[in-house]
Every structure is written in structure tokens, then in C-alpha cells.
């Protein structure tokens, strides 16, 4: 074989086989697409391949030519437990919140115009009037998301100055996202306190100086420290900041409005407790157990987020109309107290064992196999580390259990389930109510195969 058997890409165009290739996809595409495979081909001959007939080229072309055309992002059926999964794309919306943005996108929107004085107004109060009345902060700030809000607090607070930080919270989130880099990043210069198990109030009091500007407490979001360790409180933080006169920049993570301990998990800090103990700032996302789309918010003193919005970095992390139209309404589910019915995440999180047990048995029944076996769904996103809820899954018993997660990933949607212990384990706990069928019909084709 040799390189002279592969045909050019005007013999191929011209192939009565490439015909229909070329009516699907043009004449422009289809010549991109058979450079490309022809390329391959080459470089798989000179490997030692043999060289394919025309008819196999033209089939792999019109694959290559199909994945082009296919969306890499694309919606998925999450039966693995974890409620917020980042990979997947943490909170799913609202019904409601994907309604605002369907209305807002479609046409034009009041983005940033008055209705009543008919003039230009600010994009800044849609949603933060709603933060406000939530949470009894004075101001409120919505960014792109909480790593940029932090960027921002630093950035307007502590540029050329210090930040103080207790050693214990020098966290990396995940996705390269550490706290000590985003410090940098600000121009802030970062004063590790204490130990990395043990700080204590007076270790913060001990390098307080003229240039101290702020004082950070990072929610430890991903892990936990447990044994000899200590932390000083958010109390003792704020009471020493006020003495000092230096504002305490509490980064809770998650950004809960609802306590989480009253569905049987441990509690994770809410926005109002940290306002209430009297935080200057509390930044938090918008998707994780707020339930909304990714965002970061800023609430807190007026003169503080007032000084934030001037910033010029403000301009660059500023959100987008389709985000704040899915976190007002996301933000009108808690105003109406209808969040644990309306808001996915908390829906989830909700759910009792016996709704979940009834799916999971529903499933079996549907598929005629499987084992009901008891199991965690986790709350994932950064919030309530090692916390889990008792749920019930369905496990499925199959000859190659990661061959065969690998084929529920390649039906339409695709299905991402765990392996565990050679089986496929469902959660039924993420699976939202209306992909059900789709979850089915996808696993039976599995099954059938
Ligand atoms: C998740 C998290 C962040 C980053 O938030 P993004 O919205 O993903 O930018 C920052 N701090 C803490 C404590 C977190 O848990």
C-alpha cells in the first residue's frame, strides 16, 4: 500500500456517494471535512494502516462531518446522587427561571431602562433589590461568579494592602481555584494567620498594622479539619475588625438562604447569619445550593459595595442579562417561600427517602431488573463536606460495568451513573422528574444491546 491509492479530494467531492454529503452539509464543509480525512488517512498509511476504499473514506467523512455538527454541550441525565455536581454543571434551573430566560432573550428586555421615566436606567437592580430584601443586607453587588466577587472585594479593599487569613483557610476549591492565587491576582498581600490546624484571635490581633485593610474568612467548602483544631469565630473576627476598624470579607461558598439541617444534614452557613453577625461583605455563588445560574453575589455595607461597583474590574466580571434574569427568578422562589417545591436543587435535597425508595422500585419494575439497595446522595458543589442524605438506589448488575457506564453515556441523552463495586448504581435522588422516560428508554437500549 502507499500513499498513491488515496484518492484526492476532488475525486471524492465528485464520488456519486459524496452527494448527499454535500446537499446535508455544503459544498465548503464537506471540502474542510475531506482534507481533513484524508490527512488522517495519510498519516495512518504511513503508520502502516492499509489504505481504506472510497466508500469507507466517504462514510468516515460523513461521521467526522456529524461530530462537527453535534453540540459538545448538551444536556445530560445526572443519576449519580450529587445534587450540585460542578462537571455537570451545578444547579439545575427553575421552571421559572428558564422561562425568564426564554422571555428575556427572545426580544429586547429592560436590561438597563426605565419603564416608567422612559429613559436609561441600571442593570445593578433587578435582582439586587431582591438580595436585599432576602437577606437585610444594605447593598448588594451581582458579579459573573463568586471567584470574581472575591477578585473584586480584594481588588477595591486591599490593593497594595493586607489581607489577613488564617492559614486553615487557604483552600484550593477545585478547577485551580485557590484563594492564596485570586490574593495575588488583587494585588493584596496575603498574611498567613496561624497554623494550619490551630489559630487563635490573638494570632490575628498580633499582625494587625497600619496597612491591614481587611480581614477574609473562607468557608473550607471541600474538606474538613478535624482533631486538635481551632478557628477564631465569625463573631470574635467581626468584634476584633470593628475595634480595629477593618471590614471582615466573609466568603461562605455555597450561599445558602434555607438551613439545610432541617432536611437531616449538617448546617451549612447561610447568608442572613453571616449579615446578622455583622460580616461587612459576604460574597457566595448563584449556583450552588442557591439553586440558581452561575453567579456571584456581593451583599453587605452600602459604602463598601458602592466602592466595588466603581471599580473598573467591576465592568469586566459584570453579569449578563440571561444570568440576571434566572437569578431574580430564582431569588422570587424564596420571596414566596415556594423554594424547596420550585428551586431543583432544594427539591433534591427535600426529597424523602420514601418518595426516592418509590422511584428507585419504579425503575426496577419498568426494567425488570436491577437490586433496590440503600445508599448517600451527596450535596456536592463545594458545601457540606462529608454531609450526605440517605437514599435509595437501584443497582444494576451487567458483565462489564464500566464498559457498560460508558454506553449509557453514548445514548441520547446521555446517562452519567456511578460504578460501584462492579455494579452501575442510579440515584433516582438527581434524575429530574421529567427526564424519566428518557432515562428508561436509554437504559433498556443498553440492556437490549
Ligand atoms: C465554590 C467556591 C468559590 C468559587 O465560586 P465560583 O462561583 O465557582 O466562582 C469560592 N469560595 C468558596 C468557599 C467556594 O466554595
Aim: aromatic content about 4%; some cysteine; proline content about 5%.
Amino acid at each position: 500500500m502507499s500513499l498513491r491509492d488515496i484518492p484526492s479530494v476532488d475525486h471524492l467531492l465528485n464520488h456519486p456517494q459524496a452527494a448527499s454529503l454535500i446537499s446535508a452539509y455544503g459544498h465548503a464543509l464537506c471540502v474542510q471535512a475531506f482534507r481533513e480525512q484524508l490527512a488522517l488517512t495519510r498519516h495512518a498509511v504511513l503508520e502502516g494502516a492499509p489504505s481504506p476504499d472510497e466508500q469507507t473514506l466517504i462514510n468516515q467523512t460523513g461521521d467526522m462531518l456529524n461530530s462537527w455538527l453535534t453540540p459538545t454541550l448538551r444536556s445530560v441525565i445526572n443519576a449519580t446522587g450529587v445534587i450540585i455536581h460542578t462537571n455537570l454543571g451545578r444547579s439545575p434551573l427553575s421552571r421559572s427561571a428558564r422561562e425568564a430566560i426564554l422571555s428575556v432573550s427572545s426580544g429586547y428586555s429592560t436590561l438597563e431602562y426605565e419603564l416608567q421615566r422612559g429613559r436609561r436606567g441600571k442593570r445593578d437592580m433587578h435582582a439586587e433589590a431582591l438580595i436585599t430584601r432576602l437577606t437585610g443586607a444594605e447593598a448588594a453587588l451581582v458579579v459573573n461568579n463568586n471567584a470574581a466577587a472575591i477578585l473584586l472585594a480584594l481588588t477595591s479593599l486591599a490593593r497594595r494592602k493586607q489581607v489577613l487569613i488564617s492559614r486553615s483557610q487557604l483552600i484550593e476549591i477545585g478547577g485551580g481555584f485557590r484563594i492564596p492565587d485570586v490574593l495575588k491576582q488583587s494585588g493584596a498581600k496575603l498574611v498567613e494567620v496561624g497554623t494550619t490546624n490551630r489559630t487563635h484571635l490573638r494570632d490575628f490581633e498580633n499582625v494587625i498594622e497600619d496597612r491591614t485593610a481587611l480581614i477574609m474568612r473562607a468557608h473550607h467548602s471541600n474538606f474538613k479539619i478535624v482533631g486538635f483544631t481551632t478557628e477564631p469565630s465569625l463573631t470574635e473576627l467581626v468584634e476584633l475588625g470593628k475595634r480595629h476598624g477593618i471590614p471582615v470579607l466573609d466568603d461562605i461558598g455555597s450561599g445558602a438562604l434555607l438551613d439545610t439541617a432541617q432536611f437531616g444534614l449538617g448546617h451549612e452557613p447561610t447568608v442572613q447569619e453571616s449579615l446578622q453577625i455583622g460580616s461587612s461583605l459576604v460574597a457566595f455563588s448563584g449556583d450552588k445550593l442557591l439553586g440558581g445560574p452561575q453567579a456571584g453575589i456581593l451583599t453587605g455595607e452600602k459604602g463598601l459595595i458602592d466602592k466595588l461597583r466603581r471599580q473598573p474590574l467591576a465592568r469586566a466580571v459584570r453579569p449578563d442579562k440571561l444570568c440576571l434574569a434566572a437569578l431574580s427568578a430564582t431569588l422570587l422562589h424564596y420571596m414566596k417561600g415556594n423554594a424547596t417545591s420550585e428551586v431543583p436543587v432544594w427539591r433534591m435535597i427535600a426529597a424523602t427517602e420514601d418518595s426516592v425508595e418509590g422511584r428507585a422500585v419504579a425503575w426496577r419494575k419498568y426494567l425488570g431488573q436491577g437490586e433496590i439497595v440503600p445508599g448517600r446522595s451527596t450535596v456536592g458543589g463545594g458545601s457540606l463536606p462529608e454531609e450526605t442524605l440517605p437514599t435509595t438506589l437501584l443497582a444494576l448488575e451487567v458483565k462489564h460495568p464500566n464498559a457498560f457506564a460508558g454506553r449509557l453515556r453514548e445514548v441520547d441523552p446521555p446517562i452519567i451513573a456511578r460504578v460501584e463495586e462492579d455494579r452501575v448504581i442510579l440515584d433516582p435522588r438527581t434524575v429530574l422528574a421529567d427526564q424519566e422516560d428518557d432515562l428508561l428508554t436509554g437504559i433498556e437500549l443498553v440492556l437490549k444491546r
